[in-house]
């Protein structure tokens, strides 16, 4: 039998194996995450292949540009789909304008790298503020949402009632299968190592039979990525408390983690730093961190 999940591969910025697009075929097709509006036309070439004429769900993990920046693009090629988002960032995907400026603080080429977002009108919006089956996929199969906080506020798990498949967004960080390791994703401005801890243990409740980070694919392992997931954020975090505790900033943090990689990630392949580094960056996960030590503190 055909694997329920087709995985997507949105090849973001050229990269191959990095951002996916989860398509889950049936009465009622839905995808899972959209990639950026910059692999627009990788997205929707992939789905055109996979001989998908309609689509009854478009499915958010949460509204980072990564996974919902193509979000309006594919709403629009596709007119009778829903958009399915945590209450939280329903907003933003109605009008963009505010997550791209805000994003745009940390990007220096915003256009080129996710550009475009295009916003989706709000009737089609289901925003979800509680946990349950959102998403009807026919046949008596749903979508179950599980909200899964830490990466970020807006971020949500789904659980397919059919085959025990988990889609994870961001929660349990990035695992790229090249690398085989998870590497902590703590963007500002929301990351928060509790409530990520306390929701990676909450979805390894639900005793999912498989597991599927945003960032690649299955994970091989599942009991595997809900331990090493928690314990990889922990490390992170108490890597940067050292730093700062030593009186650094923003950069000695990203030095520290530079200096460290050998440390935390040993058997990583050479030809893997670069791809891992670019996934999250140091840059990008140190101002998250910092930024969480120093809500901590207050
Ligand atoms: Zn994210």
């Not at 996916?20 to 992939?46: K, M, Q, R, W």
């Not at 995907?93 to 977002?117: C, E, F, V």
């Not at 009632?161 to 967004?169: I, P």
């Not at 091989?220 to 922990?234: G, H, L, M, N, S």
Request: proline share 8%; glycine share 8%; charged share 25%.
């Amino acid at each position: 039998m055909a694997d329920p999940v087709q995985v997507l591969d949105t090849r973001m910025h050229g990269w191959q194996g990095i951002t996916a697009v989860y398509l889950l075929d049936g009465p009622n097709p839905a995808v899972i995450d959209t990639g950026p509006g910059s692999s627009e036309e990788h997205i929707l070439a992939a789905l055109e292949e996979a001989g998908v004429d309609s689509l009854a769900w478009i499915v958010l993990t949460h509204i980072h540009l990564d996974h919902a920046g193509a979000a309006g693009r594919l709403a629009q090629r596709f007119p009778e789909a829903q958009v399915v988002v945590r209450e939280e960032g329903a907003r933003h995907m109605a009008d963009p304008s505010r997550l791209w400026s805000s994003a745009a603080q940390l990007y220096p080429d915003m256009q080129t790298l996710w550009g475009p977002m295009l916003p989706i009108d709000k009737q089609r919006i289901v925003a979800v503020s509680s946990d349950g089956p959102a998403v009807n996929l026919g046949g008596g199969r749903t979508l179950d949402t599980f909200y899964a906080p830490g990466h970020a506020k807006h971020q949500m798990a789904l659980l397919d009632s059919a085959t025990g498949d988990l889609f994870v967004g961001d929660a349990l960080g990035v695992r790229v299968p090249d690398a085989g390791v998870v590497r902590p994703a703590t963007p500002p401005p929301e990351f928060d190592l509790e409530l990520m801890v306390s929701s990676a243990a909450r979805l390894h409740g639900l005793r999912p039979a498989r597991v599927f980070p945003t960032h690649f694919g299955p994970a091989p392992d599942v009991d595997q990525i809900f331990e090493e997931a928690p314990r990889r954020f922990t490390q992170w975090v108490e890597a940067a408390e050292r730093a700062v505790e030593s009186g650094g900033g923003l950069s000695e943090m990203i030095e520290d983690f530079r200096a460290r990689r050998e440390e935390f990630y040993p058997d990583l392949p050479p030809e893997m730093v670069e791809k891992f580094e670019y996934s999250c960056s140091y840059d990008l996960n140190s101002r998250g961190i910092l930024r969480y030590l120093e809500k901590r503190r207050n």
